[in-house]
């Protein structure tokens, strides 16, 4: 407990000292909006024990689409402190304690996935951020894993992106990177289905505890893995790009875990 006091303490000072220089960035609308999260999450990751290791990097192409496997809560973290990336999430993270408004400040695009009648909506959105220059990231399989399995990529907004920006600019190609996250060590052990609990967050579990169980412990390690970048023309099949990137984060984070 004592721990917990400690790092949630730390973490409440690292956001307060940087928040001022987030509103700034994002008012004056310049680089601070990016770099203010990166070191929040590099700070973030360090002060609660989770040490990544990055296998490639994210490609300096534009627009870039990033398609990502989705274990747990520190997947935002993770991500966020070996690149500078806008990320997509669902609509019911907006009206979360601390993480909601978390995400707010980080310009964090949401959407709901149950209402297809908004897919359009959500295409633009994440258009206008990819055409503005910013690494939009989408957490294809919907919903978080036991961060063993990769569930299958949902294709819909890939393609609707596409659309949007074929029709709205002169771009004919974007380039989509497929990214994997695999958590291969808790603690020092190797993390195998005994220990996938420890660190995945899914299915019904809750976020508090096992937010706390995290901090408590700390000691997490993961690898972050980045596929090959692919510039896809506007002629390109949806389900055909989330297959490939499906293929490819189930290729890259079953090394990781072999490793």
């Known amino acids: 407990m004592i721990?917990?006091?400690?790092?949630?303490?730390?973490?409440?000072?690292?956001?307060?000292?940087?928040?001022?220089?987030?509103?700034?960035?994002?008012?004056?609308?310049?680089?601070?909006?990016?770099?203010?999260?990166?070191?929040?999450?590099?700070?973030?990751?360090?002060?609660?024990?989770?040490?990544?290791?990055?296998?490639?990097?994210?490609?300096?192409?534009?627009?870039?689409?990033?398609?990502?496997?989705?274990?747990?809560?520190?997947?935002?973290?993770?991500i966020g402190a070996v690149a500078p990336v806008t990320f997509v999430a669902k609509s019911e993270v907006k009206s979360w304690p601390v993480f909601g408004w978390l995400a707010r400040l980080q310009k964090t695009i949401f959407i709901e996935r149950d209402r297809r009648n908004k897919t359009g909506d959500h295409a633009r959105a994440m258009a206008d951020r990819l055409l503005g220059g910013d690494a939009v990231l989408l957490f294809p399989e919907g919903t978080s894993s036991d961060g063993i399995r990769i569930l299958p990529f949902r294709s819909a907004l890939i393609g609707a992106v596409h659309h949007v920006i074929g029709d709205a600019t002169h771009h004919d190609k974007v380039t989509v990177q497929p990214v994997s996250l695999a958590y291969v060590r808790y603690g020092g052990v190797p993390v195998g289905r005994a220990l996938r609990d420890k660190v995945a967050w899914w299915g019904d579990m809750s976020l508090l505890p096992h937010l706390l169980g995290v901090i408590?412990?700390?000691?997490?390690?993961?690898?972050?893995?980045?596929?090959?970048?692919?510039?896809?023309?506007?002629?390109?099949?949806?389900?055909?790009?989330?297959?490939?990137?499906?293929?490819s984060v189930r290729r890259m984070t079953a090394q990781a875990l072999r490793a």
């Open 216 to 247: 408590a412990n700390g000691a997490v390690d993961v690898t972050v893995s980045w596929g090959d970048a692919v510039a896809y023309d506007m002629s390109a099949d949806r389900k055909q790009i989330a297959r490939d990137a499906e293929a």
């Open 3 to 78: 721990r917990v006091i400690f790092v949630l303490s730390i973490l409440v000072v690292i956001a307060l000292v940087l928040l001022p220089f987030q509103v700034a960035g994002m008012l004056l609308d310049n680089r601070l909006q990016r770099d203010v999260p990166l070191l929040f999450h590099r700070l973030y990751c360090a002060v609660i024990g989770i040490r990544i290791t990055q296998v490639g990097k994210l490609t300096n192409d534009k627009p870039v689409l990033i398609l990502s496997n989705h274990v747990s809560w520190s997947d935002i973290s993770v």
